[in-house]
């Protein structure tokens, strides 16, 4: 059973607009929640993270929005850049367990 | 600053050979550690967690083990790899918060 599930195996957004990512979560344990990058043949790198008592957090170009009535989180980029091409990873955790589950990523093509 | 070991960068091991993979991290004591794998559409799988020395939890029944014989020392291993091990195996560490911070990862191809 999959907790956290990243439907959007790719995405393509073009230079200088909006990637959203989107997550969506089963287990209503999850109190945090964190964005993950990751490049080929890297090990992946925090991005950002919020937690379950707010609904947005902001941090320059990122911005990771939560609706838990959905069990729903995205991921924004404004604006994209080259450097953004990635696979991104979602992932929760549930009061302050020592695990984290991913979901399978999503990869990002910023086209020129 | 902390930073987050693992040799080697890459492996080709035969069908039925042993495995060895080594993590270890500096600047910071009593972490939690993590072996992951990341496999061809999925995603991250976490194998194994330790919350201290001696302390291993596993996730995903398989063929592979892994060990804690110090704080900050972190292995993973195999008697026999099979053609399904092969995969990207990554090791992460995290303090006493939610993030969790990932080595440079091992490409193990078993052939």
């Known amino acids: 059973d999959q907790q956290v599930k990243q439907n959007s195996p790719s995405l393509s957004v073009q230079e200088g607009r909006i990637s959203i990512l989107n997550c969506d979560y089963t287990n209503s344990m999850f109190d945090y929640f964190l964005w993950y990058k990751k490049y080929p043949a890297e090990g992946p790198t925090f991005l950002i993270s919020i937690s379950s008592i707010k609904d947005k957090n902001e941090d320059g170009r990122f911005t990771v929005f939560l609706n838990k009535s959905a069990k729903h989180l995205s991921l924004h980029i404004v604006p994209s850049q080259p450097g953004d091409s990635a696979v991104y990873f979602c992932?929760?955790?549930?009061?302050?367990?020592?695990?984290?589950?991913f979901g399978k990523g999503t990869r990002l093509h910023i086209l020129p | 600053s902390q930073t987050i070991h693992q040799w080697p960068a890459t492996l080709v091991q035969p069908v039925g050979s042993p495995l060895s993979l080594e993590c270890t991290v500096e600047?910071?004591?009593?972490?939690?550690l993590y072996w992951y794998r990341q496999a061809a559409g999925r995603g991250l799988q976490l194998l194994f967690y330790?919350?201290?020395?001696?302390?291993i939890s596993s996730e995903v029944p398989q063929n592979l083990s892994a060990s804690r014989p110090q704080d900050r020392q972190f292995i993973l291993s195999s008697k026999k790899l099979l053609l399904s091990d092969s995969g990207f195996y990554l090791c992460?560490?995290?303090?006493?918060?939610?993030?969790?911070?990932f080595g440079p990862g091992t490409r193990l191809t078993v052939t």
């Open positions: 600047g910071t004591s009593n972490p939690n």
């Open positions: 992932a929760a955790s549930a009061n302050r367990d020592d695990k984290i589950i």
């Open positions: 330790s919350v201290g020395i001696g302390q």
């Open positions: 992460a560490w995290s303090p006493a918060t939610y993030e969790q911070y």
